[in-house]
């Protein structure tokens, strides 16, 4: 099942960013390995090993960089800012 | 315990911001390992790893950027710059 | 087969630019080796390695970050910003 | 010893400002590993190795980004720009 | 033979804004290490590692969004933006 | 010798900022083992290891985009951009 189609940065919430810059993340490694099913097997070993994850995590923030820079920080709903 | 919802990147202080870059890290190692038991289990290594320690350090260090722009550097209370 | 010419940053979707980043990325590769032949000798090995298709992903996470900004986010269809 | 709270990003000079980013990157070390018995116990290793350095010094850099922006560059007393 | 003196970011086109960035993170390596003999010796070893590779793509990356932030990203001839 | 006060991040030319951006690195490093002894020795091994070279060229990358910016990437002389 690969990711659908990107069509846009902009979400609701920083919860839903955060989601986004995961997905984006996932992509990155999809275009490198396309195959879901060689992805399965590196899953367990990765996903049990913390600098892994810590890697995994590094490339979330600097997708959610990408990702919150292009919603404005969803600051547009707050007064203060205005 | 998930952490909870991601509803603004806004924070009174750098001090709370930090801790939400913190708290946005370790989200990034959640979502790609969900088992909490898990992630117990390889704590003590890694939090005994100089490296690790760094490379943990460095997804903050991001984090915070992305944080304290959408702040704007907690500059608003500053006359300086106005 | 090298990468053709870099003419434009821009690109019509968020799907596009992602398109965009990943061959950024691989011509990083290619100008370090141009050599086709070694790349693909590589290529097996690293593309079933979880570190090194994470470490990948961070490339293009980088590049998608340079295009993402070059096009505004692909903010300017949005009437919500204007 | 906690680092104090963090209630500014602003300096006077790049100086200060290069000193608080190296007091981020710490804080991001000790939020992780609280102990700092421990951490005292990693230091003479991670402090001999040219890798870990350049990883300590690369996370400097990415606060140092973060705090030299706050801060507006300290350009602010450069008639230069104004 | 070093890099020659740099004299300016501006490109005419993202083409040798890139080719600009591969010589930046060459240019961080040959400070680093001044011998073109030894830098000589080393290539062989890492242009045939998938992972030295990347990381060295990695640098090339950083140093593009330099660039092409520096050349407002190439944008000035886009009608489009105006 | 450790590196005098850093009183500006602003210089003449691309090239004086690099020199800067290499001065930055390596100060990170600096604060990081104070011992100028001890660095000495760690030298000939990480400047003889191409993957350390790439991770110090990175660092270099990492303050050379803040030095850029802070020089609004050297492009007041150009007539261009005005």
Redesign the interface.
């Known amino acids: 099942m690969p990711n659908s189609?990107?069509?846009?940065?902009?979400t609701q919430?920083?919860?839903e960013g955060?989601a986004l810059a995961?997905k984006?993340?996932?992509?990155?490694?999809e275009?490198?390995?396309p195959s879901e099913e060689?992805?399965k097997?590196?899953?367990p070993?990765?996903?049990?090993?913390?600098?892994?994850?810590?890697?995994?995590?590094?490339?979330?923030?600097?997708?959610?960089?990408?990702v919150?820079?292009?919603n404005?920080?969803?600051?547009?709903w707050?007064p203060?800012?205005q």
Request: no cysteine; net charge positive; charged share 10%.
């Open positions: 189609s990107l069509q846009t940065l902009l919430t920083p919860e955060f995961v984006l993340a996932q992509k990155g490694v275009v490198t390995q060689i992805r097997v590196l899953r070993t990765y996903s049990r090993n913390a600098d892994s994850l810590t890697a995994a995590s590094h490339v979330i923030a600097v997708h959610f960089q990408t919150a820079a292009a404005n920080y969803w600051r547009a707050m203060y800012y």
